[in-house]
T-cell receptor, first 114, second 111 residues
């Protein structure tokens, strides 16, 4: 899982509550990404950031928010507006000029909302 | 949007056999990558093939790319039980730097 940590591994929340997932990397990578994975599916891009204090929406950003105040950290908040938040969330990073070449993934956080 | 479709969805083989997985995609690409995911874990990058390459090898892995058919295949030779995982292709569409993942192939290798 190479220098990217996500915590916690499992997270349980009640419907209507916001929840923040942590992602930290010590690889000195500029770019960071959040993906969502549903059972038996591939990954879908939620948000990405190529530099501190800047981020862009991915394909499924609705109901999510992010911040990038430090190079090492890219937390994801799942808001109560996200209609189906139960999923496996994966964070990734890459050197800025290699974002299209390979990404390094964290171990993931499994979020269950009931 | 998921650009890649993988085939088969699931594959079961015995140790020592070869495993072949296929990926089809929809738009022009800069490159295509293959990743492995062990159950409940993050993804690990395996190999990247650029749009102007036709074949690439890395250890027991062989990847082919046919841009005219918009398809790629991943061959794992002499499979081992430790190869049991899900395998995903991911494309980087032309003029972007975003990865778009396929739906994955679940490989089970029996000892």
């Amino acid at each position: 899982d190479g220098g990217i940590t996500q915590s916690p591994k499992y997270l349980f929340r009640k419907e209507g509550q916001n929840v923040t997932l942590s992602c930290e990397q010590n690889l000195n990578h500029d770019a960071m990404y959040w993906y969502r994975q549903d059972p038996g599916q591939g990954l879908r891009l939620i948000y990405y950031s190529q530099i501190v204090n800047d981020f862009q929406k991915g394909d499924i950003a609705e109901g999510y928010s992010v911040s990038r105040e430090k190079k090492e950290s890219f937390p994801l908040t799942v808001t109560s507006a996200q209609k189906n938040p139960t999923a496996f969330y994966l964070c990734a990073s890459s050197p800025r000029d290699r974002g299209a070449l390979e990404q390094y993934f964290g171990p993931g956080t499994r979020l269950t909302v009931t | 949007s998921q650009q890649g479709e993988e085939d088969p969805q699931a594959l079961s083989i015995q140790e020592g056999e070869n495993a072949t997985m296929n990926c089809s995609y929809k738009t022009s690409i800069n490159n295509l990558q293959w990743y492995r995911q062990n159950s409940g874990r993050g993804l690990v990058h395996l190999i990247l093939i650029r749009s102007n390459e036709r074949e690439k090898h890395s250890g027991r892995l062989r990847v082919t790319l046919d841009t005219s058919k918009k398809s790629s295949s991943l061959l794992i030779t002499a499979s081992r039980a430790a190869d049991t995982a899900s395998y995903f292709c991911a494309t980087v569409p032309y003029n972007t730097d975003k990865l778009i993942f396929g739906t994955g192939t679940r490989l089970q290798v029996f000892p």
